[in-house]
């Protein structure tokens, strides 16, 4: 619960007010004198106010006064019955406001404080400045008499002991029977109900069992205070007339609301926030699903939503962002687009349902799409079985990226499971012509290699047609039938080999040979006699070439400035081939004439990247998916001839205000280089000083900042932060000598681009250099584990997503199957002087040289960096007594797929960047 709120703090100020006799009230204002005044009003009644409670607000940001209600906690006298009602505690927080000089408050209330909260609002709506309720209660019969009957379906054994504390002839009223008892004034009558009462109560209240919890609240005097005054106030209705709350909250609407309810909550059920949010449909109502009535250390997400809650609150109120990161993460995307061979389904990939999910449209008409299974798990590839409109899907188990195969039979609501072998890795190929046939590669003879199978879709044994070490995958069957087109890439990825393998003696036929080459796409062509082949073969980008089959001769059809990183060519035999080519960044969509050999570009529906293309089985249009910088990945029909787009899968995407597009610089480096980098500059006036600045590094290396959504990336830059994204050295996109201009010894070089990146934005006029930030995930994790421990001095804050800490450790822990594929790009951990160089370049080593405070996430599945990489860094830090902050995703791997998972980490990572950055 710690990391999920403010620092603790003390007050600056105490105050003793005397208000009807006998009472007098303690009160208590910490935060920042200058800012948002905003009122806590604690539950119970009777419960007092408590350190704990001041940590939900941003102390730079809010002047926070909380009061210890009639007859508890500081204020006198104890328990005290007389002038405690409603009303009298509404004319309380007038004093207490006008003690203080303030004129208008954000008031916020939990529990019994929601209601007081609403209560006081309507009664003076003129002096707030907002709401923000938890834990919602109204005061309603229906809601007391659940307290005291009904939460004891829920938890019998605790309601055994509340009801057996009063004789079984008044137990059919126990508010009546407890309130007798209570305000006796034998204490041997009233000390042991309001132990009852009490323990009854704290034992209800938190989502997992917590003695510390039910202890802290079972103290004698305190006990007597909350269950007396909490009795009094439940017998008399609230001392409000029944339908006041929800009828007086039209004269609130105007103001800002934020409702945070805890799904599990028994003592205020969610009903109560449900039936406030339907009266006020502006107000914001968060429903934390890990959630009850209170948070503990064991279930702390309650209170995380209530600090972020508090930070749009004050967002709002002090003319910043609007939108908050859980409004970021909103837009949904489609992808992975695949058409059945009669042109009449689209299946594809969206992540609608929070995670990514199959599902299928009917392109006759115009009816929506609709989810085709709902599975526990994330789907991977998609791909339809010729002849038919029957579906092969991917799906692997939290992340861990041991894909199993399934297929998907039309009109079946059930899929089969073509392998089911979770232990292994399973690597999707392609169907034969005939659709009777499926290859795919594995690794269940050894971990580290991927032997290549063919399989009967019907059912039955799996044939090994081709075996040998490292890295290998089915591309696709020759138009006849008898051959696999294999790449073999046991040498790294880019240098593979492409061969033709004959499916029943295994003999093979190399096609493209080995010499450092990479392979991004293929296509047979005229029946199997020439191999489209999209690589970077003798050449410093990736062209399109073609191979003769039979002769071996290889030749180019398209040689881009920019990478051809998609290619697709049409199934019936269509002389066009279309092509995406990358433009620093951005794709073009290009259409390759087989005839003629002309090209020409078709437009597309807004600037971004392509990251599927595929013909409609008549070749008479594209259908694609594209991503941009402003919007996440949609699918849209291109027509070939007129370049018109239609969308075919279109999810809403956010405001063009709420989002920015990135300027494209080059930034020079240490040996003279260029390093090119996306800026993304927030909108509005310039801050005196400037403002702060993240830098964002990509993962791979052998990867790109490209166009591409960041709900993270755009919330930042919303919230005033300047964003720039490199492409330091070993990124892709820039040609061959770019990428590997970090292989291996020269490492650390593409970190001293990054000093240079982060010396240039220092420079400009817009950003203040002492509030800077760097971040990135998995390689980019280990960059910025390398900024932090190279220069230290350089970063005022730092976060990092399954980064790479120590690569001995990585070796040894990472899949198999990828180890020497990672190998080629840092260097070998079997040699003397790989591990050698591991010890230079690790940033654990030189941990103890690290002085910006650490924000780190990582799932517990990941099979690419083990969770033991971040698990060494905060261990190592911690340790230090260094500000860090470690996130542990369960049922994720390398990524944050689930929408709930990801709420929670950018969420917690946001709050540890702009507590740091403002």
Same mark, same amino acid.
């Given at each position: 619960?710690?990391?999920?709120?403010?620092?603790?703090?003390?007050?600056?100020?105490?105050?003793?007010?005397?208000?009807?006799?006998?009472?007098?009230?303690?009160?208590?204002?910490?935060?920042?004198?200058?800012?948002?005044?905003?009122?806590?009003?604690?539950?119970?009644?009777?419960?007092?106010?408590?350190?704990?409670?001041?940590?939900?607000?941003?102390?730079?940001?809010?002047?926070?006064?909380?009061?210890?209600?009639?007859?508890?906690?500081?204020?006198?006298?104890?328990?005290?019955?007389?002038?405690?009602?409603?009303?009298?505690?509404?004319?309380?927080?007038?004093?207490?406001?006008?003690?203080?000089?303030?004129?208008?408050?954000?008031?916020?209330?939990?529990?019994?404080?929601?209601?007081?909260?609403?209560?006081?609002?309507?009664?003076?709506?003129?002096?707030?400045?907002?709401?923000?309720?938890?834990?919602?209660?109204?005061?309603?019969?229906?809601?007391?008499?659940?307290?005291?009957?009904?939460?004891?379906?829920?938890?019998?054994?605790?309601?055994?002991?509340?009801?057996?504390?009063?004789?079984?002839?008044?137990?059919?009223?126990?508010?009546?029977?407890?309130?007798?008892?209570?305000?006796?004034?034998?204490?041997?009558?009233?000390?042991?109900?309001?132990?009852?009462?009490?323990?009854?109560?704290?034992?209800?209240?938190?989502?997992?069992?917590?003695?510390?919890?039910?202890?802290?609240?079972?103290?004698?005097?305190?006990?007597?205070?909350?269950?007396?005054?909490?009795?009094?106030?439940?017998?008399?209705?609230?001392?409000?007339?029944?339908?006041?709350?929800?009828?007086?909250?039209e004269t609130l609407r105007h103001l800002p609301c934020e409702i945070v309810q805890g799904r599990y909550d028994v003592v205020t059920p969610p009903r109560a926030a449900w039936r406030v949010r339907t009266a006020w449909p502006e107000a914001n109502l968060t429903v934390v699903d890990l959630a009850s009535h209170v948070a503990t250390l064991e279930a702390p997400a309650l209170s995380a939503a209530l600090r972020a809650a508090t930070d749009r609150l004050a967002d709002r109120l002090t003319g910043r962002a609007a939108l908050s990161i859980e409004d970021y993460l909103a837009p949904r995307a489609a992808g992975t687009p695949a058409v059945s061979d009669d042109g009449t389904l689209l299946a594809f990939v969206s992540d609608a349902t929070g995670f990514a999910q199959l599902?299928?449209?009917?392109?006759?008409?115009?009816?929506?799409?609709?989810?085709?299974?709902?599975?526990?798990?994330?789907?991977?590839?998609?791909?339809?079985?010729?002849?038919?409109?029957?579906?092969?899907?991917?799906?692997?188990?939290?992340?861990?990226?041991?894909?199993?195969?399934?297929?998907?039979?039309?009109?079946?609501?059930?899929?089969?499971?073509?392998?089911?072998?979770?232990?292994?890795?399973?690597?999707?190929?392609?169907?034969?012509?005939?659709?009777?046939?499926?290859?795919?590669?594995?690794?269940?003879?050894?971990?580290?290699?991927?032997?290549?199978?063919?399989?009967?879709?019907?059912?039955?044994?799996?044939?090994?047609?081709?075996?040998?070490?490292?890295?290998?995958?089915?591309? *696709? @069957?020759?138009? #006849? &039938?008898?051959? $696999? +087109? !294999?790449?073999? /890439? =046991?040498?790294?990825? %880019?240098?593979?080999?492409?061969?033709?393998?004959?499916?029943?003696?295994?003999?093979?036929?190399?096609?493209?040979?080995?010499?450092?080459?990479?392979?991004?796409?293929? *296509? @047979?062509?005229? #029946? &199997?006699?020439? $191999? +489209? !082949?999209?690589? /970077? =073969?003798?050449?410093? %980008?990736?062209?399109?070439?073609?191979?003769?089959?039979?002769?071996?001769?290889?030749?180019?059809?398209?040689?881009?400035?920019?990478?051809?990183?998609?290619?697709?060519?049409?199934?019936?035999?269509?002389?066009?081939?279309?092509?995406?080519?990358? /433009? =620093?960044?951005?794709?073009?969509?290009?259409?390759?004439?087989?005839?003629?050999?002309?090209?020409?570009?078709?437009?597309?529906?807004?600037?971004?990247?392509?990251?599927?293309?595929?013909?409609?089985?008549?070749?008479?249009?594209?259908?694609?998916?594209?991503?941009?910088?402003? =919007?996440?990945?949609?699918?849209?029909?291109?027509?070939?001839?007129?370049?018109?787009?239609?969308?075919?899968?279109?999810?809403?995407?956010?405001?063009?205000?709420?989002?920015?597009?990135?300027?494209?610089?080059?930034?020079?480096?240490?040996?003279?280089?260029?390093?090119?980098?996306?800026?993304?500059?927030?909108?509005?006036?310039?801050?005196?000083?400037?403002?702060?600045?993240?830098?964002?590094?990509?993962?791979?290396?052998?990867?790109?900042?490209?166009?591409?959504?960041?709900?993270?990336?755009?919330?930042?830059?919303?919230?005033?932060?300047?964003?720039?994204?490199?492409?330091?050295?070993?990124?892709?996109?820039?040609?061959?000598?770019?990428?590997?201009?970090?292989?291996?010894?020269?490492?650390?070089?593409?970190?001293?681009?990054?000093?240079?990146?982060?010396?240039?934005?220092?420079?400009?006029?817009?950003?203040?250099?002492?509030?800077?930030?760097?971040?990135?995930?998995?390689?980019?994790?280990?960059?910025?584990?390398?900024?932090?421990?190279?220069?230290?001095?350089?970063?005022?804050?730092?976060?990092?997503?399954?980064?790479?800490?120590?690569?001995?450790?990585?070796?040894?822990?990472?899949?198999?199957?990828?180890?020497?594929?990672?190998?080629?790009?840092?260097?070998?951990?079997?040699?003397?002087?790989?591990?050698?160089?591991?010890?230079?370049?690790?940033?654990?080593?030189?941990?103890?040289?690290?002085?910006?405070?650490?924000?780190?996430?990582?799932?517990?599945?990941?099979?690419?960096?083990?969770?033991?990489?971040?698990?060494?860094?905060?261990?190592?830090?911690?340790?230090?007594?260094?500000?860090?902050?470690?996130?542990?995703?369960?049922?994720?791997?390398?990524?944050f797929a689930r929408l709930a998972n990801r709420r929670v980490v950018y969420n917690e990572m946001m709050q540890f960047l702009e507590a740091r950055l403002f």
């Open positions: 619960m710690a990391d999920a709120l403010y620092p603790e703090i003390q007050p600056y100020r105490t105050h003793r007010i005397n208000v009807d006799p006998p009472h007098e009230l303690y009160v208590e204002e910490c935060g920042a004198p200058d800012g948002v005044p905003a009122l806590f009003l604690h539950g119970g009644p009777g419960g007092g106010a408590k350190p704990f409670q001041r940590r939900t607000f941003d102390p730079r940001r809010f002047r926070v006064v909380l009061f210890d209600q009639r007859g508890c906690g500081r204020s006198t006298p104890s328990a005290e019955l007389d002038g405690n009602t409603t009303d009298k505690l509404i004319e309380d927080i007038e004093t207490i406001r006008e003690t203080l000089g303030i004129e208008r408050w954000l008031v916020t209330g939990g529990s019994w404080g929601s209601l007081l909260s609403l209560a006081y609002a309507i009664a003076h709506p003129d002096r707030c400045l907002g709401l923000r309720l938890h834990g919602v209660f109204l005061g309603t019969p229906d809601e007391t008499r659940f307290w005291y009957h009904g939460i004891g379906l829920f938890f019998p054994e605790a309601f055994a002991e509340f009801e057996g504390h009063v004789p079984p002839g008044e137990r059919g009223d126990l508010l009546a029977a407890y309130h007798r008892r209570l305000i006796d004034p034998d204490p041997a009558v009233h000390m042991p109900a309001a132990q009852a009462l009490r323990t009854f109560s704290a034992r209800t209240q938190t989502l997992l069992p917590s003695a510390a919890h039910v202890h802290a609240l079972t103290e004698p005097r305190a006990a007597l205070e909350i269950a007396r005054i909490f009795a009094h106030y439940c017998i008399n209705g609230c001392f409000l007339p029944e339908g006041h709350i929800l009828s007086g909250i599902y299928t449209k009917d392109l006759t008409s115009d009816a929506p799409p609709r989810i085709r299974l709902s599975l526990p798990e994330m789907v991977g590839s998609v791909s339809f079985r010729p002849k038919s409109r029957d579906i092969l899907f991917t799906t692997d188990v939290g992340g861990d990226e041991r894909h199993q195969l399934n297929l998907i039979a039309e009109g079946e609501y059930a899929a089969r499971r073509l392998t089911d072998a979770p232990g292994f890795v399973h690597l999707w190929g392609a169907f034969d012509r005939a659709g009777e046939r499926f290859a795919f590669a594995c690794n269940a003879g050894h971990p580290s290699d991927m032997a290549l199978y063919v399989s009967p879709v019907a059912g039955g044994a799996a044939r090994v047609v081709a075996t040998g070490p490292g890295w290998r995958t089915a591309r *696709a @069957f020759s138009p #006849d &039938g008898t051959k $696999l +087109l !294999v790449e073999d /890439d =046991r040498l790294g990825m %880019y240098d593979a080999e492409l061969s033709l393998v004959d499916i029943e003696d295994g003999s093979a036929r190399v096609l493209l040979p080995r010499d450092g080459a990479h392979v991004s796409g293929t *296509a @047979f062509i005229e #029946d &199997g006699a020439r $191999l +489209l !082949v999209a690589t /970077d =073969r003798g050449d410093g %980008y990736h062209g399109l070439g073609v191979i003769d089959v039979a002769s071996g001769g290889f030749a180019w059809l398209l040689r881009p400035e920019g990478d051809v990183e998609i290619m697709a060519a049409p199934k019936g035999g269509g002389r066009l081939v279309a092509c995406a080519i990358n /433009d =620093r960044g951005y794709s073009r969509l290009v259409l390759h004439d087989l005839d003629g050999g002309g090209e020409r570009d078709l437009p597309l529906p807004f600037a971004g990247r392509l990251t599927s293309v595929t013909f409609m089985p008549d070749g008479t249009a594209l259908v694609v998916a594209l991503a941009g910088f402003r =919007r996440p990945a949609a699918v849209y029909r291109i027509d070939v001839a007129t370049g018109e787009a239609t969308a075919l899968v279109e999810h809403p995407a956010l405001a063009e205000s709420a989002t920015v597009e990135p300027s494209l610089v080059d930034i020079e480096t240490f040996d003279g280089a260029s390093v090119p980098a996306f800026v993304f500059e927030p909108r509005g006036e310039l801050p005196t000083g400037g403002r702060p600045a993240l830098v964002i590094v990509h993962g791979g290396p052998e990867s790109q900042y490209t166009a591409h959504w960041r709900a993270d990336v755009q919330y930042l830059v919303s919230r005033g932060i300047v964003v720039v994204a490199p492409n330091v050295r070993g990124s892709t996109g820039y040609g061959r000598d770019w990428q590997a201009a970090d292989d291996v010894e020269k490492r650390m070089d593409s970190v001293r681009d990054l000093k240079a990146v982060r010396d240039w934005v220092a420079t400009r006029d817009d950003v203040d250099s002492e509030r800077l930030a760097v971040f990135g995930q998995s390689y980019g994790g280990f960059m910025t584990l390398a900024a932090i421990t190279e220069y230290p001095e350089d970063w005022c804050v730092a976060a990092e997503f399954y980064g790479i800490a120590d690569f001995r450790t990585l070796f040894a822990t990472t899949g198999p199957w990828r180890r020497t594929l990672r190998a080629v790009e840092y260097g070998d951990p079997d040699s003397e002087s790989g591990r050698a160089l591991f010890d230079r370049i690790s940033p654990i080593r030189r941990i103890d040289r690290v002085k910006t405070p650490l924000f780190i996430a990582h799932g517990g599945r990941d099979p690419r960096v083990a969770p033991n990489e971040s698990e060494m860094v905060n261990a190592a830090l911690f340790g230090r007594g260094h500000p860090v902050r470690l996130v542990r995703v369960e049922h994720e791997g390398h990524g």
